[in-house]
């Protein structure tokens, strides 16, 4: 059975909660009691007794002449607009405090997913929700607060108006709810273009999130018109549901006013030539209704904007959900396994959903101390036998053990704490070359990171402008594609590793610096277990012997030195 999504209502504060509401209902009261005192305003300018609410006053003990009723009508409003300050400032905290909560309980529950679900989503899509996604349910639930505290201020100027003319009352709260009732077609339209909009956004992040990572390419192939145009249709179809969703919004707010007005001239009509009402008790109600239209009007754009944005919300909790319940167990106090002897798969199987394979019944031993390179085509699973070996991947069928121990999932995590990875993709934060180095080993002392810079053939960094301490730019942009990739394999040689593993890791690099790396990687022979992905080149001749991979099944083994 599916786990049951998280509920929206435990990420809020019940303090943050609570006094918002406290707000709320002191903004309605203060609110209705001052609409209220019209009618004994009206009565002390005209003289007259103001009827049964001015006797309801006089037996409060309230005071009835003008003096009096004016200051307390100024002191009021004056109240209400702290009140109303007070509200706002309360609920963008609100907000932004459940954005926050939002925001880090989806990006932990990704950080703490199993890799091979993380492998079935799509990257772009998990960054536009944490983006753009989490943003717009702010607004949502900012437009759901709106809508609580007018439906609180409503009910002020409701018991208000009952005070006045139960009667007039009565009838005006039916037209409301009718005109409400009118516009649950457009509220159900909204919901399904906040849908589209979230589909084109994740579409349009992912087409821009290629296209910069390919900026080289795209303008090596003269693609820079086909890039634009494939960015604009995704726009495009942003602004075609913004643009409908705007369209709705103003067609219902052009017909609640019209509707609201002509309900209002009806009542009037009603209380003074049907209901014999004197004008003590019209115009105060008119003032009432006069306040409580735009307030509807309000209401019904706030609860639009809500259910435009409550398929993000969904989203977000799905997501939540789904990485949550494939979290990887922990594995505290659990100690990482040594590597004295060997790393052993015995038939082992990993295959992605129904389809094939991706590594088929394979039987392989990794010697500790030895250099092992992994060969074949594309999609042969030298990857996944590399997720595998570096504990990122449990396999389906057979087992995985390092010097005779089984990999169960939390001993899998803690053996990643022996494991360095890196990767073709040159990943450097816009920081300095000693928080680069620190990324991998934190706490590690400035001689350890100079030992890791000697091992991995990094000395240049030495001679840059501050050493350690120079900003190496955006993805490392400073440094040219060489010194990016050994300054990884130095960030990964700080950890100390048991187990190194290098994907194509030398493969875009020149024969120079993929010289000086392979040079680096071979003086490792004996202390570290490498695992190398690619199958020609210096690192690759380095290797004690060459597994070569076809359809997921070891189809060579070669020894090499």
């Avoid at 009096?68 to 100024?74: D, P, T, W, Y």
């Avoid at 989490?134 to 100027?157: K, P």
């Avoid at 450097?428 to 991995?456: K, Q």
């Amino acid at each position: 059975m599916p786990p049951a999504p998280p509920s929206l209502a435990r990420m809020i504060a019940p303090r943050r909660a609570a006094w918002l509401g406290l707000l709320m209902l002191g903004g309605a009261l203060t609110e209705g009691i001052g609409l209220v005192l019209l009618v004994p305003l009206l009565a002390a300018l005209g003289g007259e007794g103001g009827g049964r609410l001015a006797a309801w006053l006089e037996t409060a003990g309230l005071p009835l002449r003008l003096e009096e009723l004016l200051a307390l009508f100024v002191a009021l409003i004056g109240l209400r607009a702290i009140i109303t300050q007070a509200r706002l400032m309360a609920t963008q905290r609100f907000e932004l405090a459940l954005v926050d909560v939002l925001r880090r309980r989806a990006w932990r529950a990704l950080l703490h997913c199993d890799w091979r679900v993380l492998l079935g989503m799509r990257r772009a899509d998990s960054a536009s929700l944490l983006i753009t996604d989490i943003e717009r349910i702010g607004f949502g639930v900012q437009q759901a607060i709106s809508a609580t505290a007018i439906v609180v201020t409503l009910s002020g100027i409701g018991l208000a108006a009952l005070a006045i003319s139960p009667v007039v009352t009565a009838g005006a709260a039916l037209a409301g709810l009718a005109v409400l009732a009118g516009y649950a077609g457009l509220r159900r339209r909204a919901q399904a273009l906040g849908a589209a909009l979230g589909s084109a956004h994740a579409d349009t992040h992912a087409s821009l999130d290629e296209g910069l990572g390919a900026l080289r390419v795209i303008k090596s192939l003269e693609g820079e018109e086909r890039a634009e145009a494939q960015a604009m249709t995704g726009f495009a179809a942003m602004r075609r549901a913004q643009i409908a969703f705007a369209r709705d919004r103003g067609l219902g707010q052009g017909a609640l006013q019209f509707g609201g007005a002509l309900a209002l001239a009806v009542l009037v009509w009603l209380a003074a030539r049907r209901w014999n009402l004197d004008a003590i008790t019209i115009l105060p109600m008119v003032a009432l209704f006069a306040r409580a239209l735009p307030l509807l009007g309000a209401l019904q754009e706030a609860w639009l904007n809500w259910r435009h944005a409550r398929p993000a919300l969904d989203a977000t909790l799905a997501l939540i959900t789904a990485a949550e319940a494939a979290r990887e167990p922990e594995a505290p106090g659990v100690a990482a396994p040594g590597l004295e002897r060997a790393i052993e798969l015995t038939y082992v199987t990993v295959r992605f959903g129904a389809g094939p394979a991706v590594l088929d019944r394979v039987t392989l031993t990794l010697p500790a101390g030895s250099i092992t390179a992994l060969a074949g085509p594309s999609g042969a699973g030298k990857s996944t036998l590399a997720d595998l070996v570096g504990g990122l991947l449990s396999p389906d069928s057979g087992t995985l053990a390092i010097d005779g121990t089984l990999l169960d999932p939390p001993l899998r995590r803690a053996w990643r704490r022996r494991v360095a990875y890196v990767q073709q993709e040159q990943v450097l934060l816009a920081a300095s070359v000693r928080e680069n180095l620190a990324w991998g080993a934190p706490g590690a002392s400035e001689a350890a990171m100079l030992d890791a810079l000697t091992g991995a053939s990094a000395q240049f960094v030495l001679e840059l402008p501050e050493a350690l301490d120079t900003r190496v730019g955006d993805g490392g942009r400073v440094l040219s594609g060489g010194e990016r990739q050994r300054l990884m394999l130095a960030r990964a040689l700080l950890r100390q590793p048991a187990l190194l593993i290098l994907d194509e890791a030398a493969s875009a690099l020149d024969s120079e610096n993929e010289a000086a790396i392979a040079a680096a990687i071979a003086a490792l022979r004996g202390s570290i277990t490498v695992l190398i992905i690619g199958h020609r080149g210096a690192l690759a001749e380095i290797a004690d012997r060459t597994v070569r991979l076809e359809n997921g099944r070891i189809v060579q083994l070669d020894s090499t030195c």
